[in-house]
């Protein structure tokens, strides 16, 4: 693991998630009311849709850029895997036992985390971008799980 993506495993260990949940902080995005709501919207075919077609971008800027480098892919998401997978089910726990949280939940968090730190693994190549951007509403205590509007006009949603 590259010593930027371990930094960023520790910074993310180090903050408290969902602190925030619920709490209209902000105007950048639109803010659910409730678990029920976020896992509605995370669990969304047009969600699941933008964030797979955010990873195969990423992926394609890679292989436009340095294809030695891309076809080490694999080899480097088995490298992040688990730290990604331990990390989220650790900051996960709880809110997931408090409000019996489906598995879509721990899907959507893997999912997120595996590919910043796939965007930090490669940020030498291609700037991290959509996932380092939800990594700042986990940081600030929400859950980013979906998009209103067309992207990438419109507003993210989180809870």
Not at 41 to 70: I, K, M, P, V
Not at 89 to 115: C, G, Y
């Amino acid at each position: 693991m590259h010593a930027r993506t371990a930094a960023t495993l520790r910074q993310l260990d180090g903050i408290e998630w969902f602190t925030k949940v619920g709490v209209v902080d902000t105007k950048a995005a639109i803010v659910l009311g409730s678990w029920k709501q976020a896992m509605e919207a995370c669990g969304s075919a047009a969600w699941q849709d933008l964030t797979h077609e955010a990873a195969n971008q990423y992926c394609e800027r890679l292989f436009e850029r340095d294809r030695a480098r891309f076809n080490r892919w694999k080899d480097v998401m088995l490298e992040v895997r688990p730290s990604a997978v331990e990390l989220a089910q650790r900051k996960i726990a709880k809110v997931k036992r408090d409000w019996n949280l489906p598995s879509v939940f721990d899907e959507t968090v893997e999912w997120d985390l595996m590919h910043l730190f796939m965007e930090s693994e490669y940020a030498d190549i291609q700037p991290p971008g959509f996932f380092a951007s939800q990594s700042y509403w986990y940081a600030n205590g929400h859950f980013p799980c979906g998009w209103k509007g067309q992207f990438p006009t419109g507003s993210l949603v989180i809870y």
